[in-house]
């Protein structure tokens, strides 16, 4: 049996242990939802005041050129294509996640319209992300294609001789359980399809070799693993044999080839800038740019593939804690044991209260969050581990607070079955 | 003559100089560049620092409804909507002006394709926003309409039996004219065609009435005369009866009827919700709220009105100034003198020295910027006028160092006539 002791042991070994300084951690928190929104970075208030006043407040329009505002999209790009197997220049950080699907997917699209017209599918997974789904559905409609949803991974493959696109969330939202985007983006190009991916649960949390892994396409979320704060902006790849081949459809003037020239006419820009459209927040773009140091500055320590190890380590305890301790309520696992199928995060799914337990969770401080259930799948309580900020010791107390909510059956209380305008 | 002590005697006298003491103005600057970007709030840094370290930090995701941010949009939108002759539930506060435009521009063309088939136009002008052709011109492509561009107004009349979507923007961004939006819009739809309107040079700077002006669909800014910080989001405006008419193409989340669902099927919001795509920049969104607070605060000193007719005041004073004080040195007028034609900027073109000229006025604090010339157009040297915080005096002194640039020639010095990135 694991003990507290054994996780404090663990913690004061962990080689990462450091970066847990780099956050502010709200006292009394134990923050599984990493997943949703990541831990401020500590840097942020002091940057984004400075954005602020200085930037805006002070340089007003010169800060154009004095901060430069108008390279901010590619350089943070070129500094989060290095945790995501991409090259400088192959990758931006705008726009959120959904619009930037949908510029790939309608680039993916015409690619398909013209290598392949007979082909009339976008296959997807019914689990994946909805925003991604209706994005997919929006598109197809427009442009004539099916957009065919599986149920398990192992209907894909019978389709692909008719698929134009497959488009997969790397990682899923809800259960945690992680594609083999090598594999997956090999048996779409062997059977003629296009391969597109979302990172949003990936990025940062696990290794990703876009390059290397086949990927024609990719999008991925800025406030998640790399904690870029509200809403921040979202990211953009695509692989230097397709980038130049169409326009995205949303051709505003950040993709111009000459933006400051104004001409009536559209000429995009060279690369992954035609993937700019208007304006960037560059509030929230700045929030991004600190949340990105924060996972860079694992690189020293071994960067993604240590994160990784450690993520591996935390969701293995909390899995092994909660068998050992929680056994007999009702709580079954949800998320892959097998780590080659394993997110940064760990779903269980309860047949009853598994809502009420999460708010009762909240009351404690351990944040996590609750995902409904619907005909393919339970009600979820899903937990989020972010190896940046998170110990061994958290994961212990978490469980430690999920065993006492389940004991004590305090969650059937009225306030944790309230439910909240978001849940 | 106008003099420096009429200037300081109307500051005096104007019943919204203390407007002016919500904003930040950095020391020495005279700005007349709110058309581009909007001075700081002075409650910008704490409010923003509240929202990144109280909501972002310590609420983290409890923030979604301990913070409202979920409702942020239409929040913000139903405030902004008092500004642009909108109701409260017809606006949102989203995403960037391109993009929005790519949804409204998408939903005015389904509309036609089913009211009015045989319509193959969209018809703009050549002097639009740059962005708001691009986007035209891809969606054009697409749905295999023809964008026609005009050279004068007067163009558009003999086009609108043919024409599907007259896009115009309210106030030319290069020359400051101004449309009748009521007699355009009229016009427009006395032919069958409908009217889209960029307001990104009018929100906050001239009185609009979106649902008297008979609009169909309107879009604008964030930060230019709505002072919402670099980059804030835009808006997007439908009018009742087209808003549940169609989906426009870019269906994420936060436009689901039921975005909390996570149903693998888009069934759009009802009304105008149904605009919003993916999850906004909170950061960024919070810096447009203290902006709009701006704005709002005029409303007890006679609102949009007020500011207008000190809009006016200033841009006539500057004109007056400028032919009195700067006559022989080859400026010309090139923005309207007639009020009903005139947003709130005065342009100066020169057929010489433009760029230069600007550049050694900026260098003497007083901020406006210079727009490159075409066949239709010559260089140009742009002046905003932001009522909200520029005086009559500042008129005064900004000609005052017109003059001083021009008599002196010291915008022939090599430092000035050095290109930057931005221009």
Same mark, same amino acid.
């Given at each position: 049996?694991?003990?507290?002791?054994?996780?404090?042991?663990?913690?004061?070994?962990?080689?990462?242990?450091?970066?847990?300084?780099?956050?502010?951690?709200? !006292?009394?928190?134990?923050?599984?939802?990493?997943?949703?929104?990541?831990?401020?970075?500590?840097?942020?208030?002091?940057?984004?005041?400075?954005?602020?006043?200085?930037? %805006?407040?002070?340089?007003?329009?010169?800060? %154009?050129?004095?901060?430069?505002?108008?390279?901010?999209?590619?350089?943070?790009?070129?500094?989060?294509?290095?945790?995501?197997?991409?090259?400088?220049?192959?990758?931006?950080?705008?726009?959120?996640?959904?619009?930037?699907?949908?510029?790939?997917?309608?680039?993916?699209?015409?690619?398909?319209?013209?290598?392949?017209?007979?082909?009339?599918?976008?296959?997807?997974?019914?689990?994946?992300?909805?925003?991604?789904?209706?994005?997919?559905?929006?598109?197809?409609?427009?442009?004539?294609?099916?957009?065919?949803?599986?149920?398990?991974?192992?209907?894909?493959?019978?389709?692909?001789?008719?698929?134009?696109?497959?488009?997969?969330?790397?990682?899923?939202?809800?259960?945690?359980?992680?594609?083999?985007? !090598?594999?997956?983006?090999?048996?779409?190009?062997?059977?003629?399809?296009?391969?597109? %991916?979302?990172?949003?649960?990936?990025?940062?949390?696990?290794?990703?070799?876009?390059?290397?892994?086949?990927?024609?396409?990719?999008?991925?979320?800025?406030?998640?693993?790399?904690?870029?704060?509200?809403?921040?902006?979202?990211?953009?790849?695509?692989?230097?044999?397709?980038?130049?081949?169409?326009?995205?459809?949303?051709?505003?003037? +950040?993709? =111009?080839?000459?933006?400051?020239?104004?001409?009536?006419?559209?000429?995009?820009?060279?690369?992954?800038?035609?993937?700019?459209?208007?304006?960037?927040?560059?509030?929230?773009?700045?929030?991004?740019?600190?949340?990105?140091?924060?996972?860079?500055?694992?690189?020293?320590?071994?960067?993604?593939?240590?994160?990784?190890?450690?993520?591996?380590?935390?969701?293995?305890?909390?899995?092994?804690?909660?068998?050992?301790?929680?056994?007999?309520?009702?709580?079954?696992?949800?998320?892959?044991?097998? =780590?080659?199928?394993?997110?940064?995060?760990?779903?269980?799914?309860?047949?009853?209260?598994?809502?009420?337990?999460?708010?009762?969770?909240?009351?404690?401080?351990?944040?996590?969050?609750?995902?409904?259930?619907?005909?393919?799948?339970?009600?979820?309580?899903?937990?989020?581990?972010?190896?940046?900020?998170?110990?061994?010791?958290?994961? +212990?107390?978490?469980?430690?607070?999920?065993?006492?909510?389940?004991?004590?059956?305090? +969650?059937?209380?009225?306030?944790?079955?309230?439910?909240?305008?978001?849940?």
């Amino acid at each position: 049996m694991t003990t507290l002791q054994d996780c404090r042991a663990r913690d004061a070994a962990d080689p990462l242990r450091a970066l847990r300084d780099l956050f502010t951690i709200p !006292a009394g928190v134990i923050y599984l939802d990493g997943n949703s929104l990541g831990v401020m970075p500590a840097a942020a208030p002091a940057r984004i005041a400075a954005a602020v006043r200085e930037e %805006w407040g002070t340089q007003l329009i010169r800060a %154009w050129n004095a901060s430069g505002w108008f390279d901010l999209p590619q350089r943070l790009g070129d500094r989060l294509a290095r945790l995501v197997g991409a090259q400088p220049g192959e990758l931006v950080c705008t726009d959120s996640t959904s619009v930037n699907l949908f510029k790939v997917l309608s680039a993916a699209l015409k690619i398909a319209a013209e290598d392949a017209p007979q082909r009339r599918l976008v296959v997807s997974e019914r689990s994946n992300f909805p925003t991604d789904l209706y994005i997919a559905e929006g598109l197809c409609r427009e442009r004539g294609y099916r957009l065919q949803l599986v149920d398990a991974p192992e209907q894909i493959a019978a389709l692909l001789p008719e698929t134009a696109v497959l488009m997969l969330t790397h990682v899923n939202y809800r259960t945690g359980a992680m594609h083999d985007m !090598a594999a997956m983006s090999a048996a779409a190009h062997a059977a003629g399809a296009l391969a597109v %991916w979302d990172l949003a649960h990936s990025a940062g949390a696990v290794p990703v070799d876009l390059n290397g892994g086949g990927a024609d396409f990719a999008v991925g979320c800025g406030y998640k693993y790399l904690n870029g704060g509200p809403g921040a902006p979202a990211f953009v790849w695509v692989h230097p044999r397709h980038a130049q081949r169409f326009w995205q459809p949303l051709s505003g003037w +950040w993709g =111009h080839a000459a933006p400051f020239a104004f001409t009536p006419d559209y000429q995009p820009a060279p690369g992954i800038a035609r993937y700019l459209c208007g304006t960037q927040p560059i509030l929230s773009l700045t929030g991004l740019e600190c949340g990105l140091d924060t996972v860079l500055a694992a690189e020293p320590l071994g960067g993604m593939a240590a994160l990784r190890a450690k993520s591996l380590a935390l969701t293995d305890l909390f899995i092994a804690l909660v068998e050992e301790r929680c056994a007999g309520h009702g709580l079954e696992l949800v998320t892959p044991r097998a =780590h080659a199928q394993r997110g940064s995060q760990v779903c269980l799914s309860r047949s009853e209260g598994a809502y009420a337990i999460v708010q009762a969770l909240i009351a404690r401080g351990v944040i996590g969050d609750y995902r409904a259930g619907d005909a393919q799948m339970p009600d979820i309580l899903r937990f989020g581990f972010t190896p940046l900020y998170l110990g061994f010791e958290d994961v +212990w107390n978490a469980v430690e607070h999920l065993c006492e909510v389940l004991a004590s059956e305090e +969650w059937r209380r009225s306030e944790f079955n309230a439910k909240h305008a978001v849940t």
